[in-house]
């Protein structure tokens, strides 16, 4: 079992950067490929961005893509999403996810823990 609980969200102006933080329980996080994903009202959950296991391959949504940056550090068993340059439109709940396949996944379904998610409102 994997506990997962996001921080860093808030209101920014848009142009602006947060960085988001997930913290991880147990001792087996880089056994786990880590995801964000987003979900803004009335939409569904999408894919940001994904963080293989040792942390040396990345994958973007294009939408994010050149603005943001996912990292990790499993000494401390946990990942980040650096966001620059933020948008209004990126305004949603951000959730990280845990994903035991080596298989790159960009959807919600195929991981398998989630956080609470954490809010991030970027204002124009």
């Known amino acids: 079992q994997v506990q997962l609980v996001e921080s860093g969200g808030g209101l920014v102006q848009a142009g602006g950067s947060l960085r988001l933080s997930c913290a991880a329980s147990g001792r087996t996080f880089s056994s786990y490929a880590m995801g964000w994903f987003r979900q803004a009202p009335g939409k569904e959950r999408e894919f940001v961005s994904r963080?293989?296991?040792?942390?040396?391959?990345?994958y973007y949504a294009d939408s994010v893509k050149g603005r943001f940056t996912i990292s990790r550090d499993n000494a401390k068993n946990t990942v980040y999403l650096q966001m620059n340059s933020l948008k209004p439109e990126d305004t949603a709940v951000y959730y990280c996810?845990?994903?035991?396949?080596?298989?790159?996944?960009?959807?919600?379904?195929?991981?398998?823990?989630w956080g609470q998610g954490t809010q991030v409102t970027v204002s124009s």
């Open positions: 996810a845990a994903d035991g396949g080596i298989v790159v996944h960009t959807t919600p379904t195929r991981y398998e823990y």
């Open positions: 963080v293989s296991r040792s942390g040396g391959s990345t």
